[in-house]
Structure formats: C-alpha cells, structure tokens
C-alpha cells in the first residue's frame, strides 16, 4: 500500500496530509474523553506502532505502482482496540519513514489515509458489535477473514482512488494485480490473528492483559 513516489501530485499530497491530520485529531479527541484510561492508550498505540512497523518490515514486495505488506492489521485491531490500531498506523508509517524508507515520507499523507479510512470502515459497519456485549456477536475464523477480506479490499480500493486522482497514468491492469497479490495476505494474516487473539485470551484474566488489551470484550468460539 505504500504508492510509489510520483504517482501523486504535489497538490493532491497536500490534500491528503490534510485529511489523515484530521482523522489523527479525531482519534487524539475521542481517546481523550477518559482520562483515565488515557495513559494506557498512550501505551497501546505504542504498541501497535511498534508491532506495524516489525510487520510492514517483515514482508514488503514491490507490485506494480505500489507494494505488497503484511501488517497485521486485524489482529492489532481486536487485540489493542480500534484507536490505538487507527493512530498506530500514522505512526508506525513515520517511523519507517524516518528509519527506513525515507523516501516513502513524501506520500506519508497518502499512505496513511490508505490505512486508516478502511479500518473506520471495518469498525463501523462489523466490527464494533463484535466489542458491543449487548450485540452478542461471537469471534471466530470466519469472521476473521471476513474482516481481513473487508479491510484489503479498502486498502486496495484506496490505492485505487490515488492512482486515479492523483495526476498520473496508471494502466487498470497494473492496479488489478496490485490489488491480486493481496489475497495472499487474506489468506494468511487471519491466522496470525487467530493465534494472537486465541493466545491472548487464554491470559485475558491476567491484570497486564486487561490493562494493555482489549479481548476481554471480545467473545469467542
């Protein structure tokens, strides 16, 4: 997901570091709400800042006008909760930008907003019940495909929306493979999360797991 560097305009850039801005204050304001709990998302969102970084540079392919990761997305979403994974996403990107990519900073607007958008999505149409204990929603393989499947098809679809708008020619086909090659991470990122979420909740009455995680509100088969 990370758009080669002169697929966007300048002036499209700047639109998207505007919007990944107000995504990022919006998180900031919600998380804010409760002071209380406000230290351990500080602590949260380190941690899915640090687990998205090692996993983007664990697995990275060049494909076409963008690039192939693993990130782990759906497994810091059910185990860190959604503000966290949202903000840690940003983060994580400035990190390796900063340590590793340096040329990647240019569309780090861009590639954030790639991220994030798809996860609001994912939480406000499924996966907010699956937290919600009146909802009575039960977690298990399936649906966590289903949300890996949700959450690809939205980061591809917004790298889509880029090449599109972004004052370039960008052949379809190149886009479609681009978009291809990430059925392989559907297919194996839910067993990442399946692994993370069922080990974590065997601990979940562990004070340290309450404290950092959240599977406590998840209910599993």
Do not use: C
């Not at 990944?20 to 709400?33: M, R």
């Not at 693993?70 to 959604?82: D, E, P």
């Not at 340096?102 to 790639?114: E, F, K, T």
Request: a neutral charge; glycine letters at 8%; proline letters at 4%.
């Amino acid at each position: 997901m990370h758009i080669e560097p002169g697929y966007v305009q300048p002036a499209k850039i700047v639109l998207a570091n505007a919007g990944a801005g107000t995504v990022l204050l919006w998180a900031v304001k919600e998380q804010i709400k409760d002071w209380a709990k406000a230290p351990w998302t500080l602590v949260k969102t380190a941690v899915a800042a640090v687990a998205f970084t090692v996993f983007m540079q664990s697995f990275s392919a060049p494909v076409g006008p963008s690039e192939l990761h693993f990130t782990g997305a759906m497994a810091m979403y059910l185990t860190l909760g959604f503000f966290p994974a949202l903000m840690g996403f940003a983060i994580g990107l400035l990190v390796q930008g900063l340590l590793f990519s340096p040329w990647d900073l240019v569309h780090l607007g861009v590639n954030a907003l790639s991220l994030m958008l798809p996860l609001v999505a994912v939480h406000y149409t499924l996966g907010k019940t699956l937290f919600d204990q009146n909802a009575k929603r039960r977690l298990n393989f399936a649906t966590m495909v289903k949300l890996d499947a949700m959450y690809y098809a939205g980061v591809t679809s917004m790298v889509g929306f880029w090449l599109l708008v972004g004052g370039g020619e960008t052949a379809l086909s190149a886009w479609l493979a681009f978009a291809a090659s990430y059925l392989v991470i559907v297919a194996a990122e839910p067993v990442l999360t399946y692994a993370v979420v069922g080990g974590l909740k065997k601990a979940q009455d562990q004070r340290w797991v309450q404290n950092l995680f959240v599977v406590n509100q998840l209910t599993t088969d």
